[in-house]
């Protein structure tokens, strides 16, 4: 089963990573976390209720910054192998440049139509978690 992350603050946008990750016939267990900081929070001690496999990341978060979550998340080494996926609603190109800078692996814009989302995000959450999966078992223990 695989433990997915999500820090967004829209509850419409979880709800339909939800039904995106069980359309594409992922088993998964979601934590959802609303806002940066308490994303910061959680993630010191990602250890303790295990290290995600999969997280989503909105940009346009309250009380911190989305990159500077990611930031975080690719500077502490229990954290800096999980694969990352921005999503968000910006276009911007410079917030995308910034995004795979620091480490995103992804970078998927928010589609306005249902399909499109559930597809967007279906497809990521395979593709990510099936590198995953390889790398840690090409990861001597």
Known sequence: MARVLIV???APDVYLVKEALR???ISFELTQINDGNAARIYLI??????VPDLIFLDINLP????????R???SWPHLAHVPVAILTSSSSPEDK???YRLGANLYIT???GLSEFLSAVGSAAKQLLTEH???EAATPS
Request: net charge negative; aromatic share 0%.
């Open 110 to 112: 928010k589609p306005v």
């Open 133 to 135: 999966a390889a790398g």
């Open 23 to 25: 359309a594409s016939g």
């Open 45 to 50: 001690d990602a250890t303790a209720g295990g």
């Open 97 to 99: 440049d910034k995004a």
């Open 8 to 10: 967004e603050d829209h």
């Open 72 to 74: 975080m998340i690719r």
């Open 63 to 70: 009380k911190a910054d989305g990159l500077e979550i990611l």
